[in-house]
């Protein structure tokens, strides 16, 4: 699956019914955990780096037993976040996408590219609860 979405929120709905459809062959709880980092991934992408109107991209693929998801938006990102060692204070007021997004996903890369900010996530394609029986 590859989109180009408005940043806006209206694009959402969209977004979760196209990467639903291509994860149609894999566990329910893996669609759930891939479907709310995605929507993380993008909802920040449109908050933070394209709120001047640049199109957010977006691509998922199943490769291999692995989900590889891509998002990226226009900038203008002004510094890079860093990934966080754990959840924020309780009175924060932001930094849980981030953390919500690597508690559901196994791989998380942010790059700049160009002038804005990719963003990789990886998910294995089975059930955590089959992995940790074997």
């Known amino acids: 699956m590859e989109l180009t979405l408005r940043p806006t929120s209206e694009s959402l709905p969209a977004l979760r019914r196209c990467a639903a459809r291509s994860l149609r062959?894999?566990?329910e709880e893996v669609i759930a955990d891939v479907l709310l980092a995605l929507d993380e991934a993008v909802s920040n992408a449109i908050r933070h780096g394209s709120a001047g109107g640049g199109l957010v991209e977006v691509s998922l693929r199943v490769d291999g037993g692995w989900i590889e998801m891509r998002v990226r938006d226009r900038g203008p990102t002004r510094q890079l976040p860093t990934l966080p060692n754990g959840p924020p204070p309780t009175l924060a007021s932001g930094g849980r996408g981030l953390w919500l997004i690597a508690q559901l996903v196994d791989e998380v890369v942010l790059e700049r590219r160009g002038r804005?900010?990719?963003?990789?996530l990886r998910r294995r394609?089975?059930?955590?609860?089959?992995?940790h029986r074997g």
């Open 25 to 27: 062959t894999v566990p």
């Open 125 to 131: 394609a089975e059930s955590r609860a089959l992995l």
């Open 116 to 120: 804005g900010t990719q963003l990789r």
